[in-house]
């Protein structure tokens, strides 16, 4: 059974600083990842999808894939107030009858 | 213009009825999905299907059955609601299935009580 685990927090990050969220993975032959937003009471929207071991950068969003130690991360800089919510790693299958698999979550609150 | 649109967005309702939950994306997406949200967040899947084809049936109760008229639509019927049964559900949909970059695209979501 393949699982993602993310501590679910809340993690409390100070306006300004980094915020650095993780997620591990059972599955070696994971491919790639997801990281998803959800605001209190919305429906999750995606963020950052990352393929290739190393980092992925999208403005203050950084990913970073960590294949042999099974670990995906997704660090924001300079964080806002409005980046205060709960996100969510993901690990799409290969197969067509793959599930997508979704950590629990990591809530995230920014301390203005 | 919403990509996935699903109604209603709450349903309260009492033990032991029958109700349905809509779906449809404008987006030209092959594949669709039911999600469950369960109260500490957990997302978890529970149908999904391509071209009107059902692919991925999770350990769901058989209360629970879907139906795909057409690649645009997935609704979903749930028999003698339980209250375990509340939740928030919610209907996505993606360009492909089974491929590495497969992106979801979520509804609002229905906000579901039993009561």
């Known amino acids: 059974q393949k699982e993602v685990e993310q501590n679910s927090g809340p993690l409390s990050v100070p306006e300004g600083a980094i915020a650095s969220l993780n997620c591990t993975y059972s599955?070696?032959?994971?491919?790639?990842f997801f990281w998803y937003r959800q605001y209190s009471g919305k429906s999750p929207e995606l963020i950052m999808f990352?393929?290739?071991?190393g980092d992925k950068e999208d403005g203050r969003f950084t990913a970073q894939l960590n294949k042999a130690s099974q670990y995906v991360s997704l660090l924001i800089r300079d964080s806002q107030p409005s980046d205060s919510a709960t996100y969510l790693c993901?690990?799409?299958?290969?197969?067509?009858?793959?599930?997508?698999?979704f950590g629990k979550g990591t809530r995230l609150h920014i301390l203005p | 213009d919403t990509a996935v649109s699903q109604t209603p967005k709450y349903l309260v309702t009492q033990m032991g009825n029958d109700k349905s939950i809509k779906c449809e994306q404008n987006?030209?997406?092959?594949?669709m999905y039911w999600y469950k949200q369960d109260s500490k967040k957990f997302l978890k899947i529970m149908f999904s299907y391509n071209n009107k084809e059902l692919i991925i049936n999770e350990t769901v109760p058989n209360r629970f059955s879907p139906k795909s008229p057409d690649k645009a639509h997935l609704n979903l019927h749930i028999n003698s609601l339980e209250l375990g049964d509340s939740a928030v559900y919610f209907c996505?949909?993606?360009?492909?299935?089974?491929?590495?970059?497969?992106?979801?695209?979520f509804g609002s979501g229905t906000q579901l009580s039993v009561l």
């Open positions: 599955d070696r032959g994971s491919q790639s």
């Open positions: 990352i393929y290739s071991n």
């Open positions: 996505a949909s993606s360009q492909f299935m089974g491929i590495h970059n497969e992106k979801l695209f």
């Open positions: 993901a690990s799409p299958g290969g197969n067509r009858d793959d599930k997508i698999i």
């Open positions: 987006l030209g997406h092959d594949t």
